[in-house]
Nanobody, 115 residues
């Protein structure tokens, strides 16, 4: 069974940085568009960032200029580097793998930005 396992979440003060990781057990990892989404309490799940090729990342409007997504196909891992975090970034973050209509999700990991 394919799995996506997130790590790296936790508590961080406003203005701080955090890097999440998502390791996939997917075969042919490199063919998937890898991404991160997040869901805050009472809100809909929203896009954080996706990446297929290193030179074409896609970011949600709320994180542009602050977050950087990257991937290592050799390690089957995708990383969002999250900088200048704000309280509104508090959410459960989900890793996603998508290809040709198939979607796989991680279990989610909590990120809390608080002083």
């Amino acid at each position: 069974q394919w799995q996506l396992v997130e790590s790296g979440g936790g508590l961080v003060p406003p203005g701080g940085s955090l890097r999440l990781s998502c390791v996939g057990s997917l075969s042919l990892f490199n063919i998937y568009v890898m991404g991160w989404y997040r869901q805050a309490p009472g809100k809909q799940r929203e896009l954080v960032a996706t990446i297929k090729d290193e030179d074409r990342p896609n970011y949600g409007d709320s994180v542009k200029g602050r977050f950087i997504i990257s991937r290592s196909n050799a390690k089957k891992t995708v990383y969002p580097q999250m900088n200048n975090l704000e309280p509104d970034d508090t959410a459960v973050y989900y890793c996603n793998a998508a290809f040709m209509g198939a979607n796989y999700w991680g279990q989610g990991i909590q990120v809390t930005v608080t002083s």
